[in-house]
C-alpha cells in the first residue's frame, strides 16, 4: 500500500544543482530511516545518502560537501539538495524508505521507480 514518488530529476551542466523529493504516502504509521541511492549504467546500486527519523544523517564520501540530504516528517518526504554536481553524478536515483505500517508490525523496505539526473560536461 505504501508507495514512494520521486521528482526532481533531470538536465544539468557540471557545477549547476537540482533538488530531489520523494514523498511517501499510504498507510504509514511511522517511518524510519528514509534515503537515496544511485545507479549508474554497468554499476552496482550505491548508497548516497540516508537520514534517520531522528536526523543523523549518512552521507557516501564522493558527494559530502555537494549533496545535502533533508526530511520533513509531518510531509513524509525526504528531499536530496544535489550542488555543484559532476559528470559521474550521472545516475538513476532512487528513494529508499523504511515504513512501519501498522502497531506491531515490521518495518518493511519500500523503494520509488527512480528518476534520471543526467549531469553534461
Known amino acids: 500500500q505504501v508507495q514512494l514518488v520521486e521528482s526532481g530529476g533531470g538536465l544539468v551542466q557540471a557545477g549547476g544543482s537540482l533538488r530531489l523529493s520523494c514523498a511517501a504516502s499510504g498507510r504509514i504509521l511511522s517511518i524510519y530511516t528514509m534515503g537515496w541511492y544511485r545507479q549508474a549504467p554497468g554499476n552496482q546500486r550505491g548508497l548516497v545518502a540516508t537520514?534517520?527519523?531522528?536526523?543523523?544523517?549518512n552521507l557516501a564520501a564522493s558527494v559530502k560537501g555537494r549533496f545535502t540530504i533533508s526530511r520533513d516528517n509531518a510531509k513524509n518526504t525526504v528531499f536530496l539538495q544535489m550542488d555543484s554536481l559532476k559528470p559521474e553524478d550521472t545516475a538513476v536515483y532512487y528513494c529508499?524508505?523504511?515504513?512501519?505500517?501498522?502497531?506491531?508490525?515490521?518495518?518493511?523496505?519500500?523503494w520509488g521507480q527512480g528518476t534520471q539526473v543526467t549531469v553534461s560536461s
Open positions: 537520514i534517520t527519523a531522528g536526523g543523523t544523517r
Open positions: 529508499h524508505a523504511g515504513v512501519q505500517e501498522e502497531l506491531a508490525g515490521p518495518v518493511n523496505i519500500h
